[in-house]
């Protein structure tokens, strides 16, 4: 036998709830006209009437009691299993990211994360390699790339920029800087990294030709391929470096870092972290706390950005 139309049966349970249409229009956000049409339908696709109708007021009848016991069962056995759906574990989340910005941003995060919700099972593979988002290989993936990549599914979390940064132990051997051309005497740490299409992280030759108008000390220093391993050179007070938005943060807080210009002498690029996850489905609950928080993370840590 066919079953009579879903959104009658769920107007119907709500009215009989209620023994007031009126009501029922209220929870059901429609009016008292629909709720009664939906009614009418009812009873004439069951063939019998459901309420007894004076002039003010409708009432249950046998028939609507009866039926109302089957259908408020039905709608609680349907409810529970949603929530049963709702809530059942959904495995961890798996998170994917360079190793940089899982050692310098994301683990003391996802510590701090784990500890403050107990439900949620988290899950990181730090690797250089892109995993596939659209084929579940990872639930979500901080990714590297340039700020005209289109990328609809993910929200930005850093916009980078590099500024020169230090030890205090450096400075305090080095001397005092108070503009860019003191800088020339300075021990450097480089970094030479570039994508495939040949975009790569700005130098010391890019910042000395901003700032002091001259390539300045290309030569000597520390060389890394890794901005995470020169900004640890900087740690560790090899000299300076160029610092990330995203990467030197921490350090910067913590004051394992110095900015000797402050909020001045950045350089902007093309690039910018960005947390993404598959097109195909909308995060669930539990993946969109977790983005919400790294947002907020995110937000709350970057470097006070350049003056306008």
Known sequence: MRLPSLIALRTFEVAARSRNFTEAAEELSVTP???????????????????????????????????????????????????????????????????????????????????????????????????????????????????????????????????????????????????????????????HWKNNANLQLPSWEDWFATYVGEPGPVKGGMRFGLIGHAIQGAVSGQGFALGSTALACDDIANGRLLLPFGEHCRLATPWAYRLAWSRRSPPTEKVRRLIDWLLAEARASAVPELDS
Not at 80 to 91: H, M, V, Y
């Open 33 to 191: 006209g629909a709720v009664s049409r939906q009614i009418r339908l009812l009873e004439n696709e069951l063939g019998v009437s459901l309420f007894d109708r004076t002039r003010n007021t409708v009432s249950l009848n046998d028939n609507g009691r009866r039926l109302a016991a089957t259908v408020t069962q039905a709608f609680e056995l349907l409810t529970r299993g949603a929530d049963e759906l709702r809530n059942q574990d959904e495995g961890p989340i798996h998170i994917t990211c360079a190793p940089s910005i899982a050692s310098h941003w994301l683990m003391r995060r996802l510590n701090q994360f784990a500890a403050g919700n107990p439900d949620i099972t988290l899950s990181l593979e730090a690797t250089e390699q892109l995993v596939d988002l659209e084929r579940g290989e990872a639930t979500l993936a901080i990714r590297f790339t340039t700020t005209d990549a289109p990328m609809p599914a993910s929200e930005l979390l850093f916009q980078e920029e590099f500024f020169p940064v230090c030890s205090a132990a450096y400075l305090e051997q080095f001397g005092a800087v108070r503009e860019p051309r003191d800088m020339l005497g300075a021990r450097l740490i480089h970094t």
